[in-house]
Structures are given as structure tokens and as C-alpha cells.
T-cell receptor, first 115, second 114 residues
Framework: AQSVTQLDSQVPVFEEAPVELRCNYSSSVSVYLFWYVQYPNQGLQLLLKYLSGSTLVKGINGFEAEFNKSQTSFHLRKPSVHISDTAEYFCAVSETPGGGNKLTFGTGTQLKVEL | DSGVTQTPKHLITATGQRVTLRCSPRSGDLSVYWYQQSLDQGLQFLIQYYNGEERAKGNILERFSAQQFPDLHSELNLSSLELGDSALYFC?????????????FGPGTRLLVL
């Protein structure tokens, strides 16, 4: 069975600084990879996903992530954060083939952007 | 706004009771998913439906059941409620439910069991 590890439960960062949120996964088969963001009192919104092809994936709001198969990682980055990026970020995987579209989530990383 | 609606937004009930959570998927989406978000278990997949049929099952308790109706809305029924069932329950939808397809999440129903 697949699993997802987000080692950092909280990441404080100053506005306009770069940020990296780490995600590692474990699976015995191929996976699709996702990053979702959850703003307070809202549902989850897809930031970006990796299915195949280029390992550098660009998403919404200036975020990007790089798939590294050898390190089984899919870290999320943004070169310059804004106050509005304060939210919880979830990395998720689904196995392919045969995993359906079931998502397995990490425990989340709370990004707190400070002035 | 994802286009997925969930009712009610909040629900407070007592142990041993039964509740029904409702979800309307985005227009045109045939597949519906239910997830539970709790402090101790995190975000967990419960069950997936596609066009009225169960497609995949996750860590869903026997006390919980779900169905998807012909108009594609879905209901999650939680019975014999326990304190530990207090959580945020999300519904998501996608067009066909195939692997890798983006899931669009509703705002959730927050359940508090007292």
C-alpha cells in the first residue's frame, strides 16, 4: 500500500521569501502525485499534479513541484510567497494502474507567511 | 467555488444517533468520493461511486454507508455515532473517476458528536 510523508508539520516564512514544502512517498507501483491547498474553513483545491512527462510541474498561484523518482519525492516550491499563501498544504498519491482514483494524503504542512 | 455542494455545513448530534450527509457533484461529474478529515487520522478516503455504482472502498466503518442516486447526488449515512466520529467530512467529484483525474472538493460538513 502507498503512503505519503510530509515531514514538516509547520513552516513559517517571511513574505517574499522562497519556500519548499517536502513530500516523500512510498509505493510498490507507479503513482500519480498531487498537491492540494486548504484555506481555513474551505475544501481542498488542486494546486498541481504529476501524471507523466516532464518532472517539473507548474501549478496555480506560482507554485511548482518536481517529481524525483529515485528519491521518491515531490517537493512543492514557490520562489516568493505572499500573505495570502498562508494555508495548509497536502501532498497526495494515487497508485496506477489499479488504484482507481483513490487519494492517499499526507498529514499536511501548515504554511504561515509572516510580514 | 468548486461547484460541489455539501449540506449541512455543521451538524451536532449525540452518541448513538444516526445522521445523513448530502453531496451534489459538479455539473457533469459522474464520480463522487467521500473523505474524512480528523485530527488523529488526518485525511482518509472512505468510498467512491461512479454513476450509481460503488467503485472503490477505503477505511469506511461498517456503521457507515453511502449511495449515489440516479440524479448523481450522494449521501453518506453514519449510524451508532461515537465521539471519535467527530470530523470534517468532504465530498469530492470528478468527471469519470479514472486514475489521475482531478477531484474537486466541496466545503465539507463538520460533524460534532457529543
Amino acid at each position: 500500500a502507498q503512503s505519503v510523508t510530509q515531514l514538516d508539520s509547520q513552516v513559517p516564512v517571511f513574505e517574499e521569501a522562497p519556500v519548499e514544502l517536502r513530500c516523500n512517498y512510498s509505493s510498490s507501483v507507479s503513482v500519480y502525485l498531487f498537491w492540494y491547498v486548504q484555506y481555513p474553513n474551505q475544501g481542498l483545491q488542486l494546486l498541481l499534479k504529476y501524471l507523466s512527462g516532464s518532472t517539473l510541474v507548474k501549478g496555480i498561484n506560482g507554485f511548482e513541484a518536481e517529481f524525483n523518482k529515485s528519491q521518491t519525492s515531490f517537493h512543492l516550491r514557490k520562489p516568493s510567497v505572499h500573505i495570502s499563501d498562508t494555508a495548509e498544504y497536502f501532498c497526495a498519491v494515487s497508485e496506477t494502474p489499479g488504484g482507481g482514483n483513490k487519494l492517499t494524503f499526507g498529514t499536511g504542512t501548515q504554511l504561515k507567511v509572516e510580514l | 467555488d468548486s461547484g460541489v455542494t455539501q449540506t449541512p455545513k455543521h451538524l451536532i448530534t449525540a452518541t448513538g444517533q444516526r445522521v445523513t450527509l448530502r453531496c451534489s457533484p459538479r455539473s457533469g461529474d459522474l464520480s463522487v468520493y467521500w473523505y474524512q478529515q480528523s485530527l488523529d487520522q488526518g485525511l482518509q478516503f472512505l468510498i467512491q461511486y461512479y454513476n450509481g455504482e460503488e467503485r472503490a472502498k477505503g477505511n469506511i466503518l461498517e456503521r457507515f454507508s453511502a449511495q449515489q442516486f440516479p440524479d448523481l447526488h450522494s449521501e453518506l449515512n453514519l449510524s451508532s455515532l461515537e465521539l471519535g466520529d467527530s470530523a470534517l467530512y468532504f465530498c469530492a467529484s470528478s468527471q469519470t473517476g479514472v486514475e489521475g483525474e482531478t477531484q474537486y472538493f466541496g466545503p465539507g460538513t463538520r460533524l460534532l458528536v457529543l
